[in-house]
């Protein structure tokens, strides 16, 4: 079987834009990734380099259609309203756009922010991810969150009354909570929730405040191995006979709620990262590359004023693309398809091995694809090192 034309397989994967801003009101102790506080910005100067940035990557993907956009950080929903309808006007005048162009917008619970909501419907957005965390105010207090459960349940229940979908975040295994806590709290989540969950393990970062912490021992009371997967396999059990599908390890959803820009991640299609940050995957004349922009938010906003490219892009080449499908893909409950697998890297995954995981019970194949049994979701790490080695 010969490898086909990257530009033919992102194709399968779809297309998508993120959108990093790269701002907070504070920094959470768990937080590894690219955000800042700032006391005051001139968010006219921002709205220009985002729309530069859009012109730009709009002219090397010209014709395209796009299906998701993102706006992730940090904390987007302290844009402007305005700055984010500006940029979605420009987006929908740069390429043509799918018929259910979903634009996400990640929010706090804060008052500030969810103020705003109309504001951003009115913009464009049609779906909000609200980064609740937790459902009890002490471990909001210990992962320094700035609002309260009540915060967190008006934010909510108002944001469900402006976008038809709205997911929230949960994050368990945090230190002191046990598995009838656990319980209580996700059952709460569950009869709040109105079509789609992120509930994940909470993970310790190196360069975090909690990484920090943790290596000094002060970072007590976290669960050990087998109460975490007994509280994902819980997970698993409450979600299920609510009627969500684990659509993605940490991903919850009732049909026609999943998130679509996610996919285009795990699914190993294209998306263009915008801001300072971020990442990108992009195919231009057949070449499948990288893109990384500059993190540092001053640096990036005066390198699109002055220099007009703010990103270094590396090549990737075929074994890595099918080495990225395969830790992508098989976080999905579709897992990854074999064929598609030989097409991208010019490999095939030993049969020997998928035989050996199977006969474990961590791996099945329906129909082409590799799947991770709920089995093997415990312990995905070392089922992807296996079939990697």
């Known amino acids: 079987m010969k490898q086909f034309p990257a530009v033919e397989d992102w194709q399968t994967g779809g297309f998508g834009l993120y959108i990093h801003w790269p701002f907070c009101q504070s920094k959470c102790p768990y937080c590894d990734f690219n955000s800042h506080v700032s006391a005051s910005l001139d968010q006219k100067r921002w709205e220009a380099a985002y729309l530069s940035e859009i012109e ?58 969810s103020d705003r909501f ?73 009869s709040l929730a109105s079509g789609h969950l992120s509930l994940y393990q909470l993970t310790i970062e190196d360069g975090t405040a909690f990484g920090d912490r943790f290596k000094r021992g002060l970072l007590r ?64 004349g057949n070449v499948r590359m990288s893109t990384e922009a500059i993190s540092n938010p001053v640096d990036w906003l005066t390198g699109v004023e002055t220099l007009g490219s703010v990103e270094k892009r590396e090549r990737i080449q075929p074994v890595e693309q099918g080495t990225e499908y395969l830790l992508m893909g098989l976080r999905r409950d579709t897992g990854i398809d074999l064929e598609r697998y030989y097409r991208i890297s010019g490999q095939q995954i030993s049969e020997q091995k998928i035989d050996l995981l199977r006969g ?20 995905l790490n070392a089922v992807i090192e296996n079939l990697m080695e």
């Open 56 to 113: 730009r990557f709009g002219t090397e993907t010209s014709g395209r259609v796009l299906q998701t956009v993102f706006f992730g950080g940090g904390t987007p929903s302290l844009m402007a309203p305005e700055l984010v309808h500006a940029i979605i006007s420009r987006i929908k005048g740069t390429w043509p756009t799918s018929n259910d162009l979903e634009i996400t917008m990640e929010a706090n619970p804060g008052s500030v922010e």
């Open 118 to 190: 109309r504001g951003y419907s009115a913009a464009g957005v049609n779906r909000v991810s609200i980064g609740v965390q937790a459902l009890n105010d002490p471990d909001l207090k210990a992962l320094g969150r700035l609002h309260d459960v009540s915060e967190a349940k008006r934010a909510i229940a108002l944001a469900q009354s402006v976008f038809d979908r709205v997911s929230f975040d949960l994050i368990y295994a945090r230190q002191n909570q046990d598995l009838i806590s656990w319980k209580a709290e996700l059952t709460e989540a569950l």
């Open 221 to 284: 009371g976290l669960p050990n191995e087998d109460l975490g997967a007994d509280m994902y396999l819980l997970t698993q059990e409450l979600t299920e006979a609510a009627g969500y599908r684990s659509y993605e390890i940490s991903n919850y959803a009732k049909s026609g709620h999943d998130a679509k820009h996610n996919c285009i991640y795990w699914n190993a299609g294209d998306y263009i990262g915008i801001g300072p940050g971020a990442h990108g995957r992009l195919t231009l």
């Open 360 to 379: 474990l019970g961590m791996v099945e194949i329906k129909e082409s694809r590799l799947i991770a049994t709920q089995q093997g979701r415990l312990v």
